[in-house]
């Protein structure tokens, strides 16, 4: 599927194919949370990375979050890429060098309406912010830090691929 994205200014307009479109996964981490995530939580999803094209890259900043693990003496900076609107602040994409084939989308920086979950799944709930409800369905599976199943084996295993 054929996703378009933009920032809330205008300045970033982006599109990429995604095989793993459906906005199914809340990660209530507090860098997701604090960067993006209104809610408690935010939304990402899986896309080609060979197939993104983008318009107003020049407005593009690039964040590196730090990440300090318990018994950690400091924080380390993070690989992944979060990409943002310099303009406006949008989040519009985070990147990993370390699975360079892929892109993750914000579902909510998508233009494009996506099709519904059938089930969600939360996860890094053991960071969850205390004020957020997780409002879970019966169907809905939670993780305190992150599921085993990936998010193309999440839509390969519920036949929403192709």
Same mark, same amino acid.
């Given at each position: 599927?054929?996703l378009?994205? %933009?920032?809330?200014c205008?300045?970033?307009?982006?599109? =990429?194919?995604?095989?793993?479109p459906?906005?199914?996964?809340r990660?209530?981490?507090?860098?997701? #949370?604090?960067?993006?995530?209104g809610?408690?939580?935010?939304?990402n999803l899986?896309?080609?990375?060979a %197939?993104?094209h983008?318009?107003? #890259?020049?407005?593009?900043? =690039?964040?590196?979050?730090?990440?300090? +693990?318990?018994? +950690?003496a #400091?924080?380390?900076?993070?690989?992944?890429?979060r990409?943002?609107c310099?303009?406006?602040?949008?989040a519009l994409?985070?990147?990993?060098a370390r699975w360079?084939?892929l892109?993750?989308?914000?579902?909510?920086?998508? +233009?494009t309406?996506?099709p519904?979950?059938?089930e969600?799944?939360h996860?890094?709930?053991e960071?969850?912010a205390?004020w =957020?409800a997780?409002?879970?369905?019966?169907?809905?599976?939670?993780? +305190?830090?992150?599921?085993?199943?990936?998010i193309?084996?999440?839509?390969?295993?519920?036949g929403?691929?192709?």
């Amino acid at each position: 599927m054929q996703l378009e994205g %933009s920032c809330q200014c205008g300045a970033v307009k982006f599109r =990429v194919e995604s095989p793993h479109p459906y906005p199914y996964q809340r990660c209530y981490c507090s860098i997701c #949370r604090k960067t993006q995530g209104g809610g408690g939580y935010a939304i990402n999803l899986g896309a080609d990375n060979a %197939s993104l094209h983008v318009t107003g #890259r020049q407005h593009i900043t =690039v964040y590196h979050a730090r990440l300090k +693990d318990p018994g +950690d003496a #400091r924080a380390h900076r993070s690989p992944a890429e979060r990409h943002f609107c310099g303009t406006c602040g949008s989040a519009l994409w985070l990147y990993d060098a370390r699975w360079p084939e892929l892109i993750h989308p914000f579902a909510s920086a998508i +233009d494009t309406p996506l099709p519904e979950p059938p089930e969600t799944t939360h996860i890094m709930l053991e960071f969850r912010a205390p004020w =957020v409800a997780v409002e879970a369905g019966p169907r809905d599976r939670r993780h +305190d830090r992150y599921p085993e199943e990936s998010i193309a084996e999440w839509h390969e295993r519920l036949g929403l691929t192709g």
